[in-house]
């Protein structure tokens, strides 16, 4: 029998999950959480709004992840001096910690997953995959 792409694109994502699981646990942050702080640390005064479409979860998913990172003090929330009513998101010290930290715990996952593979081919395979991401077209932007 012969596998899918799904079947390969679950295991990575538990391997993935596992590895990043284990590098969160010190900076005490969830791997769910961290999409959000990706999404603010390149896009710093975006709204709660912009940060729920883009990374295509519901309103209501988007207000309690904030308030999580508000609370655990990763996340500023503060209204827009252009609009009372809107609100304007920005990382902490500690948010910028981590969002200056996953981009090392990415390449080291890579270094991990790649060891064996080599260049051309990783090339390639990162060259389909992101023709994949556009043919789909709702992948998440961070």
């Given at each position: 029998?012969q596998?899918?792409?799904s079947?390969?694109v ?21 791997k769910?959480?961290?999409y959000?702080?990706?999404y603010i ?5 975006c709204?709660p709004?912009?940060?729920?479409q ?11 992840s904030?308030d ?5 003090g990763?996340?500023?929330r ?12 920005k990382l902490?010290?500690?948010?910028n910690?981590?969002?200056?930290s996953?981009y090392l715990?990415?390449?080291?996952w ?32 961070v």
């Amino acid at each position: 029998m012969q596998h899918t792409l799904s079947f390969f694109v679950a295991g990575l994502q538990k391997d993935f999950s596992e590895f990043c699981n284990e590098r969160l646990q010190d900076l005490v942050i969830t791997k769910g959480l961290l999409y959000f702080i990706l999404y603010i640390g390149k896009h710093p005064n975006c709204s709660p709004s912009n940060l729920s479409q883009e990374l295509h979860f519901d309103s209501g998913h988007t207000t309690r992840s904030i308030d999580k990172l508000v609370k655990t003090g990763f996340v500023l929330r503060k209204k827009s001096e252009n609009d009372k009513r809107a609100y304007i998101l920005k990382l902490t010290e500690n948010g910028n910690k981590v969002f200056e930290s996953s981009y090392l715990m990415f390449s080291q996952w890579d270094e991990k997953i790649f060891k064996d593979i080599s260049t051309a081919d990783r090339q390639q395979l990162i060259s389909l995959l992101e023709k994949l991401v556009k043919t789909k077209g709702d992948f998440i932007h961070v």
